[in-house]
């Protein structure tokens, strides 16, 4: 080799061999070096090459699949610092660009400060900025308990549309087989590592990546078919220990309650030898609506792990979650050296200015101000919206109705004038005091009717509740019949009635309420009962009965065994169980006590539930048994009914039918029941055109026995539903479903009838 003169640096390597480098310098005449390389001791791996068509990444599943029970029982215990962050912020949907069309700044009106305009822009922007921060304790201890304390909380905004997971009901822990997301998923998930996995997914080694002196396995997860209990994305395998590195998963749009889009992302991090644990998580969601788009971001950042604690015994049990006290009371220094992750600047201008106007707010300059203009009285609250005045100090509100609103309609006699007002006032540890009342005449009778009705809510944290209510009104004999009926005036009587009630759970899940009501009942025969009503229905003729008295007493007592809850500092939030809830309750007329002439005794006994049946979707059954053990002196008014099916439309099936031709009574023993499953697309999930219509489907069914003339009457039904947005946080559920129907006195007999249902925002579920 022919060098120019110089000084070389030369290195020379071999498999095999030890590496040597030294330095050369070459002058004019010919240099001749002999190099010999010493043989190597390090022992190379046997490299074995096999030709497979089926892709490694099924294999590296596999591996993980097998080792998935030690990473879930490797630690049987620990505790860990969390710091959430929850964003959700709003924008209108983009459309397609437009010859001459203008951005925002083309809104700005030239005759104002432009600048001005810009920053009130921009701050009602920020505003439209829901936040929360918390930090929290996490307690674990294998396999399923877990309680988090937490000890501080800010909320920006409103929280409705945001993601805070509740760690008992939201693990997120894909080495379980199906992972439950309660609130989020209709139905749990299938892990992509799951036993059966291989049935639901398919694998694709995208990448071996080096990591840190780690081999780390990229493996993108297909869904075999399209479902809404599954998920797509990518999964990271660390090599030989055969553990999750990190995931990014999507899951599909149709298995969603609120969301268009959620997505998860998972780090783990190794806190000591091969004990992997999640150091970050992240999820993304977004719902379109009202033509705008709502996403949101929620993050967890995990620290200061402590493994293999031991709790003092009962530490875990049905409390699952509570705040502390002084959690709401947190300052921004304490946040700005909590905080471990950095705010963004839409999240510091938010804080920045929330917090300014928070200043505002609490301050007695403003308050009285405010009140100031919501007390002022004008044409529109007289007319339309009603009038309003409102304490701020005391947190307390009246309200009057407004002139339009004095003109009321009744089933029997039709018009009625008067007013109506309601008090409110919020007391310290949300104790609350709720009061109105009514007073109103009838034009075609002239006779005068009203009502007071008071509530107070005195323990919030058991659910303590005393109340009462004092009139003279029209009452409905069986307020709970088909729709049809309640038209009719021989489901009416006049009523004035004094009644008191008491309510608490003495212990969790155990509820306790009573009420006694002392009533003179009185026929309406006397009073001209029509109305315009007669025009269109037929209303019947009143029921004719002599007027008496009724002092009667209900007591019910429910109990829900392992019911989970949330403690906050001066309340509690139920979060339900896994078990069933059961009911007696008794009611009872009694006899000569305040000269009332009833003398009877009933009592029921109900279970109920709500099962969670994995992929398979989900069920609700009631069952209820009953008599009246007492008749003596038994009113019609007080029997025993049995509701009347409407026509076209289905009522909830968990407690009524759907064929019954007409309303029963009985006074003797009495069996029902009645079930519904949604399958929540596990029927038609293989079905691609169907899937893409988001039709779901239902079924169910309900008997009764009434032992008078042993009379029975069974019903299976089974239909399709399909959901709708209604807004950001409501959705409409519009079901169809046919039913077949028997009686033991009856032939055989079907129709078709459809129902409505909107979702109940704060339990996240449905009706039924």
């Known amino acids: 080799m022919l060098l120019n003169a110089g000084i070389y640096h030369i290195a020379i390597s071999c498999i095999g061999y030890e590496s040597q480098a030294f330095v050369v310098t070459v002058a004019d005449g010919e240099l001749v070096k002999n190099i010999k390389l010493q043989t190597s001791s390090t022992q190379l791996n046997e490299l074995v090459v096999r030709a497979s068509r089926r892709d490694p990444a099924f294999e590296i599943i596999q591996s993980v699949i097998d080792n998935k029970e030690k990473h879930l029982t490797q630690v049987k215990s620990y505790k860990t610092n969390i710091y959430l962050r929850a964003l959700e912020q709003s924008d209108k949907k983009k459309k397609p660009a437009q010859q001459g069309s203008f951005d925002e700044t083309s809104k700005i ?51 409705a549309g945001l993601f805070i997971p ?107 030898k091969d004990w992997w644990i999640p150091n970050r998580q992240e999820f993304t ?35 699952v979650s509570v705040i502390t006290k ?148 029209f009452y409905t004999i ?53 109305s315009i009503i007669d025009e269109i229905y037929d209303q019947g003729d009143p029921l004719i009965f002599k007027d008496y008295q009724a002092f009667i007493t209900n007591t019910t007592i429910s109990y829900t065994p392992a019911q989970q809850y949330m403690t906050e500092p001066t309340r509690k939030i139920v979060l339900g169980s896994k078990y069933p809830t059961f009911v007696f309750n008794h009611k009872k007329g009694w006899n000569s006590i305040f000269g009332s002439d009833v003398d009877f005794d009933f009592i029921e006994f109900t279970i109920r539930q709500n099962l969670l049946l994995g992929t398979l979707g989900d069920s609700r059954y009631t069952l209820q048994a009953g008599r009246f053990v007492n008749t003596k002196n038994l009113p019609f008014v007080d029997i025993k009914r049995f509701r009347q099916s409407d026509p076209f439309l289905y009522s909830d099936p968990l407690h009524s039918f759907q064929l019954l031709d007409t309303s029963l009574t009985t006074n003797n023993w009495f069996l029902e029941a009645h079930y519904i499953h949604h399958f929540n697309g596990a029927m038609i999930n293989n079905i691609p055109l169907i899937k893409k219509t988001k039709i779901r489907t239902v079924a169910g069914a309900g008997a009764m026995w009434i032992k008078d003339s042993n009379y029975r009457h069974q019903e299976i039904f089974a239909g399709l539903e399909r959901i709708f947005k209604i807004g950001p946080r409501r959705r409409l559920r519009l079901g169809v479903y046919g039913i077949l129907g028997q009686s033991n006195n009856l032939a055989p007999t079907s129709d078709f009838k459809i129902s409505f249902d909107i979702i109940d925002t704060w339990k996240l579920d449905w009706s039924y």
């Open 109 to 159: 009106d030239p005759t104002k400060d432009p600048l001005e305009q810009t920053r009130k822009q921009e701050e009602a922007r920020l505003l439209q900025i829901n936040l929360v921060e918390m930090q929290l304790t996490l307690n674990y201890q294998y396999p399923d308990d877990y309680k988090e304390e937490r000890t501080a909380y800010k909320l920006y905004g409103s929280k």
């Open 166 to 272: 509740v760690f008992s009901q939201a693990d997120f822990n894909f080495y379980h087989n199906l992972v439950d997301m309660k609130g989020i998923s209709e139905i749990p998930l299938i892990s992509p590592v799951s036993r059966t996995a291989i049935l639901s997914y398919k694998y694709k080694l995208e990448a071996v990546l080096k990591e840190n002196e780690r081999v780390v396995y990229k493996i993108k997860v297909i869904p075999r078919k399209s479902g809404d209990a599954t998920v797509n994305g990518y999964l990271f395998v660390n090599d030989s220990t055969w553990n999750i590195n990190r995931l990014e998963f999507t899951i599909e749009k149709g298995g969603l309650k609120f969301y268009d889009l959620f997505t998860i992302k998972q780090n783990y991090e190794e806190i000591s």
């Open 285 to 319: 969601y977004e719902t379109k609506a009202s033509g705008r788009i709502f996403k949101g971001k929620t993050i967890l950042a995990y620290s200061n792990y402590e493994k293999d604690v031991l709790f003092p015994p009962r530490f875990f049990g049905n409390e």
């Open 326 to 473: 002084d959690a709401y009371k947190k300052d921004s220094s304490y946040w700005n050296q909590a905080r471990p992750e950095v705010l963004s600047a839409d999240e510091k201008k938010l804080i920045a200015i929330r917090d300014s106007i928070e200043a505002v707010r609490n301050s007695k300059r403003y308050i009285d101000s405010l009140n100031a203009k919501f007390n002022k009285v004008t044409l529109g609250e007289v007319l339309y919206h009603g009038v309003g005045f409102r304490n701020g100090d005391k947190k307390s509100a009246v309200n009057i109705a407004s002139l339009l609103s004095l003109v009321d309609f009744a089933v029997v006699g039709g018009f009625r004038l008067g007013p109506y007002a309601n008090y409110f006032r919020r007391y310290e540890n949300d104790r609350t005091l709720w009061v109105n009342g009514s007073v109103n005449v009838g034009l075609k009778n002239k006779d005068f009717q009203g009502n007071i009705n008071a509530w107070w809510r005195h323990d919030p944290y058991h659910l303590g509740d005393i109340g009462g209510i004092v009139g003279r009104s």
């Open 478 to 530: 069986y307020p709970f019949d088909a729709y049809l009926n309640q038209l009719k005036i021989a489901n009416y009587i006049l009523h004035e009635h004094a009644d008191i009630f008491y309510s608490r759970e003495l212990f969790n899940g155990f509820y306790v309420r009573s009420q006694l009501g002392l009533a003179n009942r009185k026929s309406i025969d006397s009073l001209n009962a029509t």
